[in-house]
């Protein structure tokens, strides 16, 4: 299985601190994807690498890709509390389908 | 644009029971996925539809089916109900479709209570 495994499983940190959450996974990948999910919603996109990529930046986030790790990590800066969700990797292979981990849980606290 | 949407946003049923989700997915997407996420966890790959074919199929016993319409929408249906069913059931579209390459655009889901 190409299962991503994120780490803390959950995360509690100050406004304004940094976030910072861990993926693992254990196979090739042609990409591997960051999304948030608030309680008991839809899943929303936050960022994409590519597997020939090693750091991307979006906003306030950072994610890098370490290939021969099999791991990434994606970096909330100045946190607030409106990024209190659940955050998942997911990573995909080449005409495979997505493989989603269990999560991060972060919570912000004001 | 509207994004994906769905339907019923929650339902309850009893054991043994059949159900059907609806999935419209973003406008011109023609890729649709289907993901159970049992709570506390990260979402399960149930399928994949392009063009009206099955394009991949997760670990899920065959009383899970789906299919796509010419318009590109989708249903899931479940017969059987067993109570670990109850799960939030998401769809998703995306585009281009074949391989999942890009971004997975997700709707609030389904919130199916087994009784």
């Known amino acids: 299985s190409q299962q991503g495994e994120e780490d803390p499983q959950a995360l509690s940190i100050q406004e304004g601190e940094n976030a910072t959450m861990n993926c693992s996974y254990k196979?090739?990948?042609?990409?591997l994807q960051w999304y948030r999910q608030n309680s008991g919603r839809g899943l929303v996109h936050l960022i994409l690498?590519?597997?020939?990529?090693r750091e991307k930046h979006s906003g306030r986030l950072r994610v890098t890709l370490d290939t021969s790790k099999k791991s990434s990590s994606l970096l909330i800066t100045a946190s607030r509390a409106a990024d209190t969700a659940s955050y998942f990797c997911?990573?995909?292979?080449?005409?495979?389908?997505?493989?989603f981990g269990p999560g991060t849980r972060l919570s912000v606290l004001p | 644009d509207a994004g994906v949407t769905q339907s019923p946003t929650h339902l309850i049923k009893t054991r043994g029971q059949h159900v059907t989700l609806r999935c419209s997915p973003i406008?011109?997407?023609?890729?649709v996925s289907w993901y159970q996420q049992v709570l506390g966890q990260g979402p399960q790959f149930i399928f994949q539809?392009?063009?009206?074919?099955?394009?991949g199929r997760g670990n899920f016993p065959d009383r899970f089916s789906a299919r796509q319409f010419p318009n590109y929408s989708s249903e899931l249906n479940v017969n059987a109900l067993l109570l670990g069913d109850s799960a939030l059931y998401l769809c998703?579209?995306?585009?281009?479709?074949?391989?999942?390459?890009?971004?997975?655009?997700f709707g609030e889901g389904s919130r199916l209570t087994v009784l």
């Open positions: 998703a579209s995306s585009n281009p479709a074949g391989g999942p390459s890009g971004e997975l655009f």
């Open positions: 196979t090739s990948i042609n990409n």
């Open positions: 690498i590519r597997s020939n990529e």
């Open positions: 997911a990573t995909a292979n080449y005409g495979q389908n997505f493989v």
């Open positions: 406008s011109g997407h023609k890729s």
């Open positions: 539809y392009y063009e009206k074919e099955e394009r």
